[in-house]
Nanobody
């Protein structure tokens, strides 16, 4: 069972930036796809971005062009750099270490709150 700890959230003005971090426990971090998700109040959790073991990235919807997912395998850490933030980016952000079979595993961290407001 993997443990995931997200950090880096906070209150930021529209147009601002934040960098989220996700530290994963366990070994073989580099072999896994990592994903960042978010859940806004009253909405379902949605995928924001993924990065696979080769470093190939994929972005969903409004994250394209504004967010950058990266990883540091030596630190067992995935990052989400978020620029040009908008009020609609307000959500709790979670990371997930995908299963080898594809798709998110059932293990989630506590999340980190991102609030974009003037």
């Amino acid at each position: 069972q993997v443990q995931l700890v997200e950090s880096g959230g906070g209150l930021v003005q529209p147009g601002g930036s934040l960098r989220l971090s996700c530290v994963a426990s366990g070994s073989s971090f580099s072999m896994y796809t990592m994903g960042w998700y978010r859940q806004a109040p009253g909405k379902q959790r949605e995928l924001v971005a993924t990065i696979n073991s080769s470093g190939t990235t994929n972005y969903i919807g409004s994250a394209k062009g504004r967010f950058t997912i990266s990883r540091d395998n030596a630190k067992n850490t995935a990052y989400l750099q978020m620029n040009s933030l908008k009020p609609e980016d307000t959500a709790v952000y979670y990371c997930n270490r995908w299963a080898f079979s594809g798709g998110p595993s059932p293990y989630w961290g506590q999340g980190t709150q991102v609030t974009v407001s003037a």
